[in-house]
């Protein structure tokens, strides 16, 4: 099971016969693998890793740094609901350390996340503070590199 995700972590569009062969398993084995791994929530999708500078260079992309107050009952979750229900939102997480929960969001430029965190997080019943960075480049997403070759293994190139 460990080396199917991991195959599919690299590689989600592998055919089941590639991976039937790199398993030393049948293709049909390998096809009922990833089924019962999709049936059992343990993979929840499968996406596209994007060069964005090749893609849309206008895309601008941030990471949101949130100090909320938890709820009681609920503690951090009814807040990070809430947030994930915007459509600029493609990650939140919560967090140990100096801030609560890590939102990353994308928008067509700056001042569109300006104004998703000024208008929509601000007014978050809970949210105290927000700390806003943008990111300026990928250089690795889910263990891909994006925009360059893979280093050498010793570290020369």
């Known amino acids: 099971m460990n080396d199917i995700i991991r195959i599919l972590q690299q590689n989600a569009r592998i055919s089941n016969e590639e991976l ?5 398993i049948t293709a049909a084995e390998a096809a009922a693998e990833i089924k019962k ?11 596209v890793i994007l060069n964005e500078e090749l893609y849309d260079k206008s895309v601008v992309y941030a990471t949101i ?6 709820q009681r009952g609920s503690g951090f ?13 493609e990650t939140v997480s919560l967090m140990s350390g100096a801030y609560d929960l890590a939102i990353e969001v994308k928008g067509s430029n ?15 019943e809970g949210v105290l503070s927000a700390s806003t960075h943008f990111i300026l480049k990928k250089y690795k997403e889910k263990g891909i590199f994006i925009d360059c070759e893979e280093p050498d293994e010793r570290g020369l190139g």
């Open 110 to 124: 700056l001042k569109d996340v300006a104004l998703f965190v000024s208008e929509k997080l601000s007014a978050i």
């Open 77 to 89: 979750d009814n807040i990070a609901k809430t947030i994930m229900m915007y459509d600029e939102v």
């Open 37 to 47: 791994l999709e049936d059992n929530g343990v993979i929840k999708g499968y996406s």
């Open 20 to 24: 039937a062969k790199m398993l030393g």
């Open 65 to 70: 740094e949130l100090k909320v107050t938890p």
